[in-house]
């Protein structure tokens, strides 16, 4: 399911844990943290369109090695 989320995709965020609703996502930068926060909404939305019990809430956090 992660790879349809575009919006995840173009911010460069990778999840890490999805626990009580709230989905964890890592980024490579500062940057990049600031693109996955604005585009919460859209990566939540799209989640609920492909999920039956989606994330209600995302968290960023930086993690450099966080890359493929």
Do not use: Q, Y
Not at 22 to 51: K, M, N, P, Q
């Amino acid at each position: 399911a992660w790879d349809s989320v575009g919006a995840a995709v173009a911010s460069g965020a990778r999840p890490v844990r999805l626990a009580n609703g709230e989905l964890v996502v890592a980024v490579d930068t500062g940057a990049h943290t600031s693109r996955a926060r604005r585009d919460a909404g859209a990566i939540l939305a799209e989640l609920a369109a492909v999920l039956s019990d989606p994330p209600t809430s995302l968290r960023v956090t930086v993690r450099p090695e966080a890359r493929d």
